[in-house]
């Protein structure tokens, strides 16, 4: 059974920077899609940002030069780094794994929650002005 372990959430004045990590276990880390969501207070979880298996990137136009995602498969972990954050960015961040994907996955396919088999437990991200 998979795993997700958020970790790297925290209080951050805006302009600044955090990084969120995210540890499976689990034996198909390297053939799954990595998607990070968040969902702020009130409203609808959202994409953010998925890296697929080929090491190919995507975000939500949102969060587009200002996070970049990565992965580490020899250590099956997938972290989030934020920088210049906003107010609007504060939300519970999750990560999430797909089953066993192709090499190459569409932007409609990383950025659809049903994609995603497994969820961690999130972890809070709170900019202040």
């Known amino acids: 059974q998979v795993h997700l372990v958020e970790s790297g959430g925290g209080l951050v004045q805006a302009g600044g920077s955090l990084r969120l990590s995210c540890e499976a276990s689990?034996?198909?880390?390297?053939?799954?899609?990595m998607g990070w969501f968040r969902q702020a207070l009130g409203k609808e979880r959202e994409f953010v940002a998925a890296?697929?298996?080929?090491?190919?990137?995507y975000y939500a136009d949102s969060v587009k030069g200002r996070f970049t995602v990565s992965r580490d498969n020899a250590k099956k972990t997938v972290s989030l780094q934020m920088n210049s954050l906003k107010p609007d960015d504060t939300a519970v961040y999750y990560c999430?794994?797909?089953?066993?994907?192709?090499?190459?996955?569409?932007?409609?396919?990383?950025?659809?929650?049903?994609?995603?088999?497994?969820w961690g437990q999130g972890t809070q991200v709170t900019v202040s002005s």
């Open positions: 689990g034996r198909t880390f390297s053939e799954a899609v």
């Open positions: 890296i697929s298996r080929s090491g190919e990137l």
């Open positions: 999430a794994k797909t089953p066993r994907t192709a090499f190459y996955a569409s932007m409609a396919y990383v950025a659809t929650q049903k994609s995603y088999e497994t």
